[in-house]
T-cell receptor, first 117, second 113 residues
Framework: DTAVSQTPKYLVTQMGNDKSIKCEQN?????MYWYKQDSKKFLKIMFS???????INETVPNRFSPKSPDKAHLNLHINSLELGDSAVYFC????????????????FGEGSRLTVL | QQQVKQSPQSLIVQKGGIPIINCAYE??????FPWYQQFPGKGPALLIA?????SEKKEGRFTISFNKSAKQFSLHIMDSQPGDSATYFC????????????FGQGTTLQVKP
């Protein structure tokens, strides 16, 4: 039973298109995140949500819009895709992590590799 | 100030060797320092973590050494095995209660049989 699952695992699309990545966690955590890993493997936080509320927005372009319908799901929609958006996007979850008691561990999904042509 | 600098970028050791990966930070507000391990095609997974009130933490073959005054910490892998071949990331966060991790650049480790 996968703890943090993301779909799709791969996306290949043209510049200017819109795409979405879905994430679900079955760990009962209350905080979820999107991290971006670039071609040099550098990992950077994009957003975090706690119980459906946006907590962290790391000056990500407005073309990226996260949405959390409930605390087990966090989706990422990207408008007007650009070449520089090509990366692996990781969803993660944790217990606490937004000012409440943080267990210290992020649980990552397997990533969604986005390629913009 | 928000950066965590990690070195080396890549490392090759023989089985049984002790690879050491180093990280340095500037922000003295950081108070949680985890190490994550990532295999190809997988997400990072927590390996071991330390808070600045201790200078060393050991879990199995993995040890973190922490030097608060130098603002440096390192990961040692004892008796390394080919199965340890992966990318290792150090990270830091501040406030103790945030999942906002600032990651180092990563170190790709290859352990030769």
């Amino acid at each position: 039973d996968t703890a943090v699952s993301q779909t799709p695992k791969y996306l290949v699309t043209q510049m200017g298109n819109d795409k979405s990545i879905k994430c679900e966690q079955n760990l009962g955590h209350d905080t979820m995140y999107w991290y971006k890993q670039d071609s040099k493997k550098f990992l950077k936080i994009m957003f975090s949500y706690n119980n459906k509320e946006l907590i962290i927005n790391e000056t990500v372009p407005n073309r990226f819009s996260p949405k959390s319908p409930d605390k087990a799901h966090l989706n990422l929609h990207i408008n007007s895709l650009e070449l520089g958006d090509s990366a692996v996007y990781f969803c993660a979850s944790s217990q606490g992590g937004s000012g409440q008691v943080f267990t210290g561990e992020l649980f990552f999904g397997e990533g969604s590799r986005l390629t913009v042509l | 100030q928000q950066q965590v600098k990690q070195s080396p970028q890549s490392l090759i050791v023989q089985k049984g060797g002790i690879p050491i990966i180093n990280c340095a930070y500037e922000n003295t507000a950081f108070d949680y320092f985890p190490w994550y391990q990532q295999f190809p095609g997988k997400g990072p997974a927590l390996l071991i973590a330390i808070r600045p009130d201790v200078s060393e933490k050991k879990e199995g073959r993995f040890t973190i050494s922490f030097n608060k005054s130098a603002k440096q910490f390192s990961l040692h892998i004892m008796d390394s095995q080919p199965g340890d071949s992966a990318t290792y990331f150090c990270a830091a966060s501040r406030g103790g209660n945030t999942g906002k991790l600032i990651f180092g650049q990563g170190t790709t480790l290859q352990v030769k049989p």
